[in-house]
T-cell receptor, first 114, second 117 residues
Framework: EPEVTQTPSHQVTQMGQEVILRCVPISNHLYFYWYRQILGQKVEFLVSFYNNEISEKSEIFDDQFSVERPDGSNFTLKIRSTKLEDSAMYFC????????????FGDGTRLSIL | GENVEQHPSTLSVQEGDSAVIKCTYSDSASNYFPWYKQELGKGPQLIIDIRSNVGEKKDQRIAVTLNKTAKHFSLHITETQPEDSAVYFCAANPPPNYGGSQGNLIFGKGTKLSVKP
């Protein structure tokens, strides 16, 4: 069964450094998402992406965050200057079509900011 | 914006018993309600979903019910097995904001289900 893959599984970064989290969505999917989950808390929406532009973003997704689809398969989340509170699990998800559709999640990247 | 409340936060049942997890949502315009199972070290896995034009949906041992008037939906797992032990999340998909064409998922806080053999 096709799946969303994320790399790395764990990223440790010094505060203030830039980090890029990578995702390969399911190949025929058109919509891509990033969510985060702070330890012990609920999964929170960050951003959705369609047709090479941001479709929707939450208030968490401020100017230090950016997303990109650099080629036909990868979807990345960049955090420019990491803060301690950015420590969380970051999940990528994708869905096949427009509208409320099943979103399929990867296994996440654990980001630890020191 | 949309807010999803989920109860209980933990649930322990004996193998073979049923488990019920309940969620309420605040935005009456939400129209899609998925349920996810998250095992340790894994991402959320979609197990069942329901749309606002349907009151109930069943898939083998799992069923979901939706009451639009009361704005609540529930997950029912029958004949529970130890492998059902995991954290379960409900979510709601409100209409998109700012002209976007795909709404995001708003999650509940999760229910840790433990099935004892």
């Amino acid at each position: 069964e096709p799946e969303v893959t994320q790399t790395p599984s764990h990223q440790v970064t010094q505060m203030g450094q830039e980090v890029i989290l990578r995702c390969v969505p399911i190949s025929n999917h058109l919509y891509f998402y990033w969510y985060r989950q702070i330890l012990g808390q609920k999964v929170e929406f960050l951003v959705s992406f369609y047709n090479n532009e941001i479709s929707e973003k939450s208030e968490i997704f401020d100017d230090q965050f950016s997303v990109e689809r650099p080629d036909g398969s990868n979807f990345t989340l960049k955090i420019r200057s990491t803060k301690l509170e950015d420590s969380a699990m970051y999940f990528c998800a994708s869905s096949e079509m427009v509208g409320p559709q099943p979103q399929h999640f990867g296994d996440g990247t654990r980001l630890s900011i020191l | 914006g949309e807010n999803v409340e989920q109860h209980p936060s933990t649930l322990s049942v004996q193998e073979g018993d049923s488990a019920v997890i309940k969620c309420t949502y605040s935005d009456s315009a939400s129209n899609y309600f998925p349920w996810y199972k998250q095992e340790l070290g894994k991402g959320p896995q979609l197990i069942i979903d329901i749309r606002s034009n349907v009151g109930e949906k069943k898939d083998q041992r799992i069923a979901v019910t939706l009451n639009k008037t009361a704005k609540h939906f529930s997950l029912h797992i029958t004949e529970t097995q130890p492998e059902d032990s995991a954290v379960y999340f409900c979510a709601a998909n409100p209409p998109p904001n700012y002209g976007g064409s795909q709404g995001n998922l708003i999650f509940g806080k999760g229910t840790k289900l433990s099935v004892k053999p």
